[in-house]
């Protein structure tokens, strides 16, 4: 196993070495060793388990003259043997707690505002992303009436989410005509993915429109296109412009060709959506087959729910990022939205009170926040 033929001594010096080369960025000497608490070995002792150290592949000396930093297996080594655990203040965990709260019950909102407190409390790139999703589907239509040209079509998505869509009719229609759409949508389209809506669906929807059927063409476009844009994953970044802090990223070429890597987003996207684990993943350098980011780490874990993953939380950052802090506050956040999503029933995340409910009036029946224009 990695690491069993370590000596405590060796562990010590290596867990003192990662730390201070994560703490100030430089290469790490037998001196400056010999003053941090616990080290009582004298200097000469000290280079010599460096040197052995590097000879067993845990530190690289990146001149030779100078001191020592940590390769990528010692690295490994101090994540998953080496690393103590981070706590979080209570004062911490309750601001947390209270962004999160503060923002819009939809996932996607939820999950942003999470990467931006893991980006202001680690002082790395933040990632929210919602994984791609087979089999995506609509279980229930609704409406929002707003007047006889303008209504709001509510979709509350098999993921838990709401999409409303803002739709401008080219014919002045009454709200008996929008309820007998809904109803049709929701008799024809729930439960079906988008590679599942052909002609026979459409045909189905215009046979109960009757006269109205010229309706169902724009509206099928509004349903398969918001279908799809749930289903295709989204990935989003807090704080890129951290990354120039630091001088692993002093090189231009390696950090354009990051930054166009993250500003794709289909290869992070695939790697972080193929994850099958619920635990904190933590690959780091070439660990990850993005081939950009043999000078970075990235750690990162789902959100689940139901069995089901919701969201990944993330923090990209050098490969001397302070793992501790950056796995306590990953492992924080995800249990946090975990608990504001199960404090949530739906179809109640977003959703507008129904047209016709007591008060409700075409004044007050506004779009969504997401709401998109669509003519017939």
Do not use: W
């Not at 709401?162 to 009454?174: D, F, Q, T, Y």
């Not at 660990?287 to 139901?306: A, H």
């Not at 050098?318 to 796995?327: C, F, I, S, T």
């Amino acid at each position: 196993m990695l690491g069993q033929e370590l000596s405590d001594r060796k562990k010590l010096i290596l867990k003192s070495i990662i730390e201070s080369h994560i703490e100030c960025g430089e290469p790490v000497g037998s001196k400056s060793l010999m003053q941090l608490p616990g080290i009582n070995c004298s200097s000469a002792t000290i280079r010599n388990e460096m040197a052995e150290l590097e000879e067993m592949g845990y530190l690289e000396q990146p001149h030779t003259s100078a001191g020592r930093v940590p390769s990528q297996l010692g690295y490994r080594f101090y994540v998953d043997q080496l690393i103590e655990h981070y706590r979080m203040t209570s004062g911490e965990i309750n601001q947390i707690n209270r962004i999160l709260a503060s923002k819009s019950a939809e996932l996607d909102q939820i999950l942003l505002s999470a990467s931006r407190i893991a980006s202001a409390m680690t002082n790395y790139t933040g990632i929210a992303l919602q994984p791609k999703h087979s089999e995506v589907t609509v279980t229930r239509f609704e409406s929002a009436f707003i007047d006889e040209r303008n209504f709001v079509l509510i979709m509350i998505m098999s993921l838990g989410r709401v999409a409303s869509k803002h739709i401008r009719l080219s014919e002045p229609r009454g709200q008996e005509t929008i309820n007998r759409l809904v109803a049709a949508l929701n008799a024809n389209l729930t439960g079906v993915t988008a590679d599942r809506i052909n002609l026979p669906v459409m045909v189905e929807l215009e046979n109960a429109m009757g006269s109205d059927s010229q309706m169902i063409g724009p509206i099928m476009k509004t349903v398969y296109a918001t279908l799809n844009e749930y289903d295709g994953g989204q990935l989003q970044y807090s704080g890129i412009n951290r990354l120039l802090q630091y001088s692993d990223y002093d090189d231009p070429d390696e950090l354009s060709g990051l930054l166009g890597t993250l500003e794709q987003k289909d290869e992070i996207l695939k790697l972080v959506s193929d994850t099958k684990s619920d635990e904190v993943s933590v690959l780091i350098g070439s660990e990850s087959p993005v081939k950009v980011m043999e000078n970075s780490s990235l750690v990162f874990k789902p959100v689940m729910k139901d069995g089901r993953v919701l969201g990944v939380i993330g923090v990209l950052g050098p490969r001397r990022m302070d793992y501790a802090k950056v796995l306590e506050t990953i492992e924080q956040l995800c249990g946090s939205v975990s608990e504001l999503m199960d404090s949530i029933q739906p179809p109640g995340m977003g959703l507008p009170e129904p047209a016709d409910a007591p008060g409700r009036t075409p004044e007050t029946a506004g779009p969504g926040p997401d709401e998109r224009q669509t003519r017939e």
